[in-house]
T-cell receptor
């Protein structure tokens, strides 16, 4: 089966524009996570979804960031009015359930705000 | 608040040598400690993981040593190879309650 798929792989956008990043998790995985990786930095937690529970949005850096997930499938991360500091690789991961289990990461979307 | 501190930031090791990466955590409730390996242009992938009920776990050339009292754990790569050159991240979580919290990563270069 396919792994976690993210699209687009690269996105260049102008400052102030909105962008939408997509994540297709592994089928059957109930937990889905978004992380941000700035150049040379670690993985910064943004948000996670677990089944039908309310998402944990505690890592979102500002109200310009939002995410949705349809059931246990596709998730989209939206960044409104992009700023240059939003430039980073956005990584999505999924796991069979939320807890002490392997998180499978996609290749990420490299976002560049110019 | 950085809950997992990782060192060193970068590491250069000769082929055949031992690579050692260290992590320290703050939350004593954490109960799962994985290491992830990331190659350029790829997402991180699970390498090896440990729970606090054991002090060491070995898988091939990779070993995690865990010191619960010191709240520290480390990754040892024996007989390091150029193919091991990658960025390594330690992480920690409280199962079922928190997402993985990652260290800042260590860039390992194994030179021939």
């Amino acid at each position: 089966g396919a792994g976690v798929s993210q699209s687009p792989s690269n996105k260049v956008t102008e400052k102030g524009k909105d962008v939408e990043l997509r994540c297709d998790p592994i089928s059957g995985h109930t937990a889905l996570y978004w992380y941000r990786q700035r150049l040379g930095q670690g993985l910064e937690f943004l948000i996670y979804f677990q089944g039908n529970s309310a998402p944990d949005k505690s890592g979102l850096p500002s109200d310009r960031f939002s995410a949705e997930r349809t059931g246990e499938s596709v998730s989209t991360l939206t960044i409104q009015r992009t700023q240059q500091e939003d430039s980073a690789v956005y990584l999505c991961a999924s796991s069979p359930y939320f807890g002490d289990t392997e998180a499978f990461f996609g290749q990420g979307t490299r976002l560049t705000v110019v | 608040q950085q809950q997992v501190k990782q060192s060193p930031q970068s590491l250069i090791v000769q082929k055949g040598g031992i690579s050692i990466i260290n992590c320290a955590y703050e939350n004593t409730a954490f109960d799962y400690f994985p290491w992830y390996q990331q190659f350029p242009g790829k997402g991180p992938a699970l390498l090896i993981a440990i729970r606090p009920d054991v002090s060491e776990k070995k898988e091939g050339r990779f070993t995690i040593s865990f010191n619960k009292s010191a709240k520290q754990f480390s990754l040892h790569i024996m007989d390091s190879q150029p193919g091991d050159s990658a960025t390594y991240f330690c992480a920690a979580t409280l199962s079922g309650n928190t997402p993985l919290v990652f260290g800042k990563g260590t860039r390992l270069s194994v030179i021939a």
